[in-house]
T-cell receptor, first 112, second 115 residues
Framework: SQQGEEDPQALSIQEGENATMNCSYKTSINNLQWYRQNSGRGLVHLIL?????REKHSGRLRVTLDTSKKSSSLLITASRAADTASYFC????????????FGTGTRLTVIP | DTEVTQTPKHLVMGMTNKKSLKCEQHMGHRAMYWYKQKAKKPPELMFV???????INESVPSRFSPECPNSSLLNLHLHALQPEDSALYLC??????????????FGQGTRLTVV
């Protein structure tokens, strides 16, 4: 049961530019997380935003959450070639804790 | 130790074989997860263990059988798989066994090929 959809599916930018990815989900959540995955490897947690938060920052990352629209965005500022990866949002469902469902993902390519 | 370790890294098995995937963490986490990921797709949740008890089973075929022998170990037993089961199998753990989901730590996965 896939919870979220992300857009764009793929994004290609020049090094130094900002990258914005969007995530929409279907049902009420406790929190929303963003993960990064390098090709064929495990996922790495980037940031978690709770349902009562609207914005969160971590280094070059900025995440927003709009629970009324059931959407979130991830902004990566001043991108680097090393940011090239797939980015996934993940949500849990308020009716069931300890689940974690991933969105469809955005494949980001940063061109040096 | 902040790692989730999965073994083996690669596995090729025939449709009549029985094999097991293993996952280990020593962070004291009380929730452990199995995910299946096909190429260019997101991870799909298969099973969740909370305090060593199976809490979520996402309608996974019985040819996949999870086991959590203790709080540090998670196994996935495989039997009579089909070629379409070929995928990257990811294990993850998170600190809380109950309550709000928190950050999950992922292993590097087992690349499974069924021939």
């Amino acid at each position: 049961s896939q919870q979220g959809e992300e857009d764009p599916q793929a994004l290609s930018i020049q090094e130094g530019e900002n990258a914005t990815m969007n995530c929409s989900y279907k049902t009420s959540i406790n929190n929303l997380q963003w993960y990064r995955q390098n090709s064929g490897r495990g996922l790495v947690h980037l940031i978690l935003i709770r349902s009562n938060e609207r914005e969160k920052h971590s280094g070059r990352l900025r995440v927003t959450l709009d629970t009324s629209k059931k959407s979130s965005s991830l902004l990566i500022t001043a991108s680097r070639a090393a940011d090239t990866a797939s980015y996934f949002c993940a949500t849990d469902l308020t009716r069931e804790a300890n689940n974690l469902f991933f969105g469809t993902g955005t494949r980001l390519t940063v061109i040096p | 130790d902040t790692e989730v370790t999965q073994t083996p890294k690669h596995l090729v098995m025939g449709m009549t074989n029985k094999k097991s995937l293993k996952c280990e963490q020593h962070m004291g986490h009380r929730a452990m997860y199995w995910y299946k990921q096909k190429a260019k797709k997101p991870p799909e949740l298969m099973f969740v263990y909370s305090y060593e008890k199976l809490s979520i089973n996402e309608s996974v075929p019985s040819r996949f059988s999870p086991e959590c022998p203790n709080s540090s170990l998670l196994n996935l037993h495989l039997h009579a798989l089909q070629p379409e089961d070929s995928a990257l199998y990811l294990c993850a753990s998170s600190p809380r066994g109950r309550g709000l989901t928190t950050e999950a730590f992922f292993g590097q996965g087992t690349r499974l090929t069924v021939v």
